[in-house]
């Protein structure tokens, strides 16, 4: 399939070049050649007049969760240790994993599109147990929607109050029992299912989907599997997703448990490359940062899920001076329930004003936008993407700037981060095929497709009231843990608080 567009304004992301009227040919999902007036030997199977429009690389969803797409809205704001407790998903009797995985990961690559993003990296995780089947589930939605996609599997496999520091001893002995019987996915057959994994969906779809390795953070596995995991990332290239340091909790567990940041626990586990993306990054020190910078490893910035479960803030500009690659990354939709990227870049805009006095160091469009799109691509370790340049992917979002938020145009990049423009997206195109276009995704029934997520989840509060009960009983040892770790002076701040 080719195509032409034709008389679109270009925002390349290719050293700042902007075509103020360029024609963009697309053939075999790359971009051939993008310029005015162009005229391809062969016609075009279709032409797309974009007078009036900005023609952009897509959005690169760096770091999200697919299993928390029927959960939007689901729970109030909590510290993300209490939050994990309630952060169950509504699974359904009877219903195959695979079925539920297909349209509940289908249900966010369609809001997706709708925004122009063409790319995300999910870091999904199975409840109990991950299987290929519920593997395939999700790659099968991704593969038929047409978005592009990187696939993990986030499955943790130590005891729960080993993932913590003090809950063990603040737990009754039979609840501590009961978590100590819970099953536990043993690292090989884990790695069995990355195996097929990377075998069945690596490359598939022409390229469009991809694996990638996750241990969900480095306190939730076993030392053998983290370092199998980050064997396998090496061996098949591929980004390796790690949660590090996202709460306060997290850097006294790493005083607790291992004697250091958990950075440099990565570090000294000789795991810390350029292939791991670090999630969040909140609570590091000048020693983290520098360890971040000589590895070359990129951090994924989730400024929304950040705020809505009160992590703090992550030092953006100390990153950014290190010379760290930046991602971002809207999280999860119970985390940051509306699965918009837009409104991730305009929150990186805002947030970061919070915590640096100079005005001067506070972040500007273009460098958001740069970290979405580059640091993306490296993130997902994808250099074709990112970019409209010849020979990289026809990942394409098209733009009516006939509409409100760029009306009048004062700064394009600005009115990009700050105007939140998913309204303006017209067309998304991905490897060159339009699946995004006259208001409707082209590749699914939509309204079929949220009938279905319903009768999916009509169940939802019957089965969510266990899980519920289950945890208001816990609540209290994680919300005495939780306040324990808080009073500790770990000699940095990320929130405003005293
Ligand atoms: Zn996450």
């Not at 990186?348 to 799109?373: F, K, N, Q």
């Not at 995704?441 to 169940?459: F, I, N, S």
């Not at 209290?476 to 005293?498: E, F, H, I």
Request: glycine share 8%; aromatic share 6%.
């Amino acid at each position: 399939m080719s195509l032409l567009i034709r008389n679109a304004q270009v925002l390349t992301f290719d050293g700042g070049r902007i075509w103020p009227e360029a024609d963009i040919h697309v053939a075999d999902g790359r971009i051939l050649a993008i310029g005015p007036g162009l005229c391809p030997e062969t016609p075009p199977a279709r032409v797309i007049e974009a007078r009036g429009m900005l023609a952009m690389p897509g959005l690169i969803n760096a770091h999200f969760h697919s299993p928390g797409n029927f959960l939007r809205g689901a729970l109030d704001g909590l510290p993300l240790e209490v939050f994990m407790l309630y952060e169950v998903p509504p699974l359904a009797t009877g219903v195959p994993v695979k079925r539920l995985n297909y349209v509940r990961t289908m249900l966010g690559a369609v809001e997706m599109l709708r925004q122009g993003v063409t790319s995300v990296m999910d870091d999904a995780f199975h409840i109990p147990v991950a299987s290929a089947e519920g593997i395939d589930g999700i790659a099968e939605a991704y593969r038929d929607s047409g978005i592009r996609a990187r696939l993990a599997i986030d499955q943790p496999n130590v005891v729960e109050y080993e993932k913590f520091p003090f809950l063990a001893e603040l737990l009754p002995a039979d609840i501590r029992a009961g978590m100590a019987a819970a099953p536990i996915q043993p690292a090989e057959e884990l790695l069995e299912l990355y195996d097929h994994l990377i075998a069945r969906w690596d490359g598939a779809a022409e390229g469009r989907i991809g694996a990638a390795l996750s241990c969900s953070a480095p306190q939730r596995v076993t030392l053998d599997y983290f370092r199998a995991l980050s064997a396998l990332s090496a061996k098949h290239d591929l980004p390796f997703n790690c949660h590090i340091l996202e709460t306060k909790l997290q850097r006294v567990l790493g005083e607790e448990k291992y004697g250091r940041s958990l950075v440099r626990l990565v570090h000294d586990l000789g795991v810390l490359d350029e292939r791991m993306v670090v999630i969040h990054a909140i609570w590091i020190d000048a020693d983290d940062i520098a360890l971040l910078a000589a590895s070359g490893a990129t951090v994924a910035h989730n400024p929304v899920c950040n705020l809505r479960l009160g992590s703090g803030v992550m030092p953006f500009r100390a990153l950014r001076d290190a010379g760290v690659p930046i991602c971002i990354g809207t999280d999860e939709a119970v985390a940051d329930d509306a699965i918009n990227p837009w409104a991730a870049l305009k929150m990186a805009g805002l947030v970061h004003t919070l915590s640096e006095v100079d005005y001067r160091s506070w972040p500007a469009a273009p460098e958001i936008l740069h970290c979405m799109m580059t640091g993306g691509a490296r993130a997902l370790r994808w250099p074709d993407i990112g970019r409209l340049v010849p020979g990289a992917r026809a990942d394409i979002a098209l733009l009516d700037l006939d509409s409100l938020p760029f009306t009048p145009l004062n700064d394009l990049h600005r009115q990009l981060v700050f105007c939140e423009p998913a309204s303006a997206v017209r067309m998304t195109i991905v490897d060159g095929r339009v699946v995004f276009e006259d208001g409707r995704v082209t590749t699914v029934d939509e309204r079929a497709l949220r009938q279905e997520a319903r009768a999916l989840t009509e169940g939802y509060r019957a089965e969510f009231a266990p899980a519920i009960a289950e945890a208001r009983r816990l609540e209290p040892y994680y919300r005495a843990m939780y306040l324990q770790a808080q009073a500790r002076d770990v000699g940095l701040q990320r929130r405003l608080t005293r």
